[in-house]
């Protein structure tokens, strides 16, 4: 949900990026619209990419921080109240 505006807005300041640059070099308009149809599509898919990448690597760090958390409970319940364990010795 934080990361919802990463493609739109890529796609939107490339597109002027990509606009800006065509009209100072004088583009033909039929030539600079279908640039700036592929311009826009491209960085769209480019971000929902980098987005969807974004997720994944925060679902494994998700993951792995569970699995971390249920090894030191689980090793703290093992041990009895007022015992140390050998690896703290």
């Known amino acids: 949900m934080k990361r ?18 065509m009209l ?4 033909e308009m039929k030539d600079m619209l ?8 491209g960085f769209y898919l480019m971000g929902s990419l980098f987005k969807m990448m974004l997720d994944i690597f925060d ?8 699995e971390e958390a249920e090894a030191e409970d689980m090793a703290s319940e093992e041990m009895p109240e007022g015992q140390v364990s050998a690896e703290s010795r």
């Open 4 to 21: 919802r505006w990463i493609a739109p807005f890529l796609t939107l300041f490339m597109g002027a990026v990509a606009g800006i640059i």
């Open 24 to 27: 100072r070099l004088h583009y």
């Open 34 to 41: 279908i640039i700036l149809l592929g311009v826009l599509i």
């Open 59 to 66: 679902k494994q760090n998700e993951k792995k921080a569970e």
